[in-house]
């Protein structure tokens, strides 16, 4: 199993910047892909970013160019920098971690709050 802690949510305003991260523990050599999806009141959990283990990176269209995804292999920690917040990236924001073959790893979420 893979276990997954986010830290480094809270409140900003907007224009201003966070950076979330993600440490993971557990059965890590196994992981391929790490995430970050976040999910709005009322609304369905959504996609960010993605990381895989090559380092190859993927952002939903509404982050692209304010939000890096990054990570540190020796660490087990996949970051998530968010620069020019909005209000309307206020959301719990849940780290992913995907291995071949098994069911999705969540971690328990960290909640970011944008004020106008």
């Known amino acids: 199993q893979v276990q997954l802690v986010e830290s480094g949510g809270g409140l900003v305003q907007a224009g201003g910047s966070l950076r979330l991260s993600c440490a993971a523990s557990?059965?890590?050599?196994?992981?391929?892909?790490m995430g970050w999806y976040r999910q709005a009141p009322g609304k369905q959990r959504e996609l960010v970013s993605t990381i895989t283990s090559g380092g190859l990176t993927n952002y939903a269209d509404s982050v692209k160019g304010r939000f890096t995804v990054s990570r540190d292999n020796a660490k087990n920690t996949v970051f998530l920098q968010m620069n020019s917040l909005k209000p309307e990236d206020t959301a719990v924001y849940y780290c992913?971690?995907?291995?071949?073959?098994?069911?999705?790893?969540w971690g328990q979420g960290t909640q970011v709050t944008v004020s106008s």
């Open positions: 992913n971690a995907v291995r071949s073959l098994r069911p999705p790893s």
């Open positions: 557990g059965s890590i050599f196994s992981i391929n892909r």
